[in-house]
């Protein structure tokens, strides 16, 4: 069994980080819990962070929030701050589990967590956020798009723990959507997510509109890609050119909850689903999937 | 390795030694309040539910080592004639009664949280909480209830925990 530390200073955990075999942050623990109940946690060390005062605040930013790694995923979700700066974000992580798991988990376990499915990246991917890493030996950021390198493997090296996620301001302007497609139950992962952000457009003076879209569940990471599209295009044009650019993405992982053929399908079902009510949201037509939206 | 802690549970203050690896669960069991109850084990069911500072927390994933100084509530220290309860009792909102403390303590932090929610609203918060029995019609009419008493009656929002 992993041996547990919980160090009361930053500087004490980058130093348990660095001297211990093979350590492991442990952060809300929800994740770690279970791997460690299923038999896969392979860690000498748990380094568990919640004693460390100032890494659970959210604050602004001139770009944006700037959001601590203990800070719970419910604290984003219902935080007036990330509604007002970036609304996608708050949506995106009010789909995580359940209210009581996010309760507990937290956003930098999260994003070192790894796992294709989860759905804060295919927001923070749009967004364009950035993760700091700090060490021992110092801090460097990197860029969301930059982080999930492989199947379950992050840009995070030995010895790092997550210590911000930086999201810039959203376009007050842009649409954004979110869709969450399972076919177990409602809260297990999802067998394909897509987020979506739709800014410019002839308010800016400007021809184009581009779409901006991070996909989850449908590849060993999750994937961004972005399209530009006139912007007195159609939804049906802009839903075209949304799935094109998709398409060569989508590397489905076949499981229980679905084969590659199926998952593929689906994978397009949710790009359609989010961009079709970006683009509307964009355009203040909505109506097409308007019944589906799910408040929160 | 093991550690004293000091929660606070259902008003009570306890003093136990507890191993890093102990779950809140099993601690909380231990020391009688057997209205926590281990279901799927992995956060999905809400059998577990506890309330931290009214917040639900899935017992079954959290160490206890981490609750030292909690203020820690179980079903079964809520008062006799909690509002929650009775409307779950008036609504049949129960078969074999294992779900229930949690369903019961995921209302208490929506109502505290929300006092008149929509049904939508109900459904999203419990989205976590599993019913083998198939209550649920009963379990929403019930929290419908309570939030309508508690707005006629003009109880304290959060006055339960």
């Known amino acids: ?296 | 390795m093991s550690a004293t802690i000091e929660p606070t549970v259902n008003g009570v203050r306890r003093r136990l030694t507890v191993e890093d690896d102990d779950l809140l669960l099993d601690v909380l069991r231990q020391i009688g309040r057997t209205s926590v109850r281990e279901g799927c084990g992995v956060g999905a069911c809400g059998a577990c539910t506890v309330l931290v500072s009214g917040r639900s927390v899935s017992s079954c994933l959290a160490r206890a080592i981490r609750y030292d100084q909690a203020e820690i509530t179980t079903a079964d220290g809520l008062p006799e004639d909690d509002d929650v309860i009775e409307a779950f009792v008036e609504a049949g909102a129960m078969q074999c009664g294992y779900c229930i403390p949690g369903f019961v303590l995921m209302s208490h932090e929506l109502l505290a949280e929300n006092p008149q929610p929509s049904r939508e609203e109900i459904a999203d918060h419990l989205e976590g909480n599993i019913c083998r029995c198939g209550t649920y019609p009963e379990i929403l009419a019930a929290i419908e209830s309570a939030a309508r008493r508690r707005s006629q009656s003009g109880v304290p929002i959060g006055e339960t925990t």
Not at chain 1, 116 to 139: F, I, K, M, Q, W
Not at chain 1, 176 to 186: C, D, P
Not at chain 1, 197 to 221: D, S, W, Y
Not at chain 1, 270 to 290: Q, Y
């Open chain 1, 1 to 296: 069994m992993a041996v547990f530390h919980r160090p009361g200073t930053l500087g004490e955990a980058c130093a348990l980080m660095a001297e211990r075999g093979d350590a492991m942050v442990y952060g809300g623990g929800t994740a770690v819990q279970i791997l460690e109940k299923q038999g896969v946690l392979f860690a000498s060390d748990l380094v568990d962070i919640s004693g460390i005062p100032g890494l659970a605040n959210i604050e602004e930013t001139s770009s944006g929030v700037r959001i601590g790694p203990m800070t719970t995923l419910r604290a984003v979700e219902t935080s007036p701050l990330v509604r007002r700066v970036t609304p996608l974000a708050a949506r995106v992580y009010g789909h995580v589990a359940n209210p009581r798991v996010r309760n507990t988990a937290s956003v930098g376990g999260n994003l070192a967590h790894g796992d294709y499915r989860l759905d804060p990246p295919t927001a923070l991917l749009v967004l364009d956020a950035t993760v700091e890493l700090t060490s021992s030996g110092g801090t460097r950021t990197v860029p969301l798009r930059e982080f999930f390198v492989d199947f379950q493997r992050t840009a995070v090296r030995p010895g790092e723990i997550i210590t911000a996620v930086e999201i810039p301001r959203q376009d007050e302007a842009a649409g954004s959507w979110f869709a969450k497609l399972s076919s177990l139950s409602a809260n297990d992962w999802p067998c394909a997510s897509a987020a979506a952000l739709v800014t410019g457009g002839r308010r800016f003076g400007r021809v184009a509109r581009r779409i901006r879209l991070g996909l989850g569940a449908v590849a060993p990471t999750p994937v961004f890609t972005q399209v530009e599209v006139a912007a007195d295009a159609g939804a049906d044009e802009a839903v075209d050119a949304a799935r094109q650019a998709a398409e060569p993405l989508i590397d489905p992982i076949p499981d229980v909850r679905g084969g590659v053929a199926f998952k593929r399908h689906l994978a397009l079902v949710a790009v359609e689903e989010a961009v079709r009510l970006s683009w509307e949201e964009r355009s203040d037509a909505r109506g097409f999937f308007r019944d589906r939206r799910r408040r929160r």
